[in-house]
């Protein structure tokens, strides 16, 4: 069967990757970047074409893939004069590999079928790396029919890709997963500076802890900043402030709350408030380090 044209928006570290492993599997694809050399690196690789607008790029493809930063960033790349859907062709999915809130996806998505086009939200899990090789965990959602549709290219670039249900769920999972992971990274990093405070070694404290269920992966990655100093989580503290916002504004949306969350955030904004929003989510714990009452 003919592989249908994809125009891609991102190429960040993940978007870049996702590019190369498609191009890899045979993909002709359009797209759009912010910085020249991250085009020009997929256009040297060959089978791609650079666009000006996001109108441009939805009028030519198939699927347009984004992979960009907020919801405020994913509107602007819909709506518009020169905005996907200003070009959407009937038929066309727009996927969002980003984490976005939930409402602004199902109104993006009621608005791309009122042009006959369709939406699968399909935030990401792993890394880069399992990107290039097309093994992510991807957390897909939407109507039935149109994630059937894209499903071979969703297998392309993921090992396991989960169906979700209906447009914005994957970005409810995916928020609810960050912010466990994220308030799990603060909770850690706290109790490493509380430790220090009384006195207790920190290895000794990792030693102790992590030999009961509080173990987990994101504790190694609050000890390796803590107690071994290397910072190798690889996700911003500005992205998981960002990221919890997001929640809090999910369960807003639900009519209910969340202290934890809110005490994540005001950690989280704390440390972007420092200039520390460039630094892995584990260096929070130099917040907390020097924390007052």
Sequence with gaps: MTKPVIGFIGLGLMGSNMVENLQTRGYDLFVMARKQAAADAVLARGNATQVATPKEMAEACDII??????????????YGDDGILAGIKKGAVVIDFGTSIPDSTRKIGADLAGKGAGMIDAPLGRTPAHAKDGLLN???AGDRATFDQVKPV???????VFYLGA?????????????MGMTTVAAMSQAFAV??????????????MSAGPSNS?????????AVDGVSNLGFSINNANKDIAYFLQMVADMGTASAIAEGTSEALQAGVAAGMGDGNVPEIFDHFLTLER
């Design 65 to 78: 893939m984004l992979c960009v930063t907020t919801s405020e960033v994913v509107e602007g790349l819909i």
């Design 138 to 140: 991807i957390m897909a």
């Design 154 to 160: 969703l297998d392309d670039q993921g090992e396991n």
């Design 167 to 179: 447009l914005g769920a994957g970005h409810v999972t995916k928020l609810i997963n960050n912010f």
């Design 195 to 208: 430790a220090d405070r009384a006195g207790i070694d920190r290895a000794q404290l990792y030693d102790i």
């Design 217 to 225: 992966p994101f504790m190694g990655f609050c000890k390796a900043y």
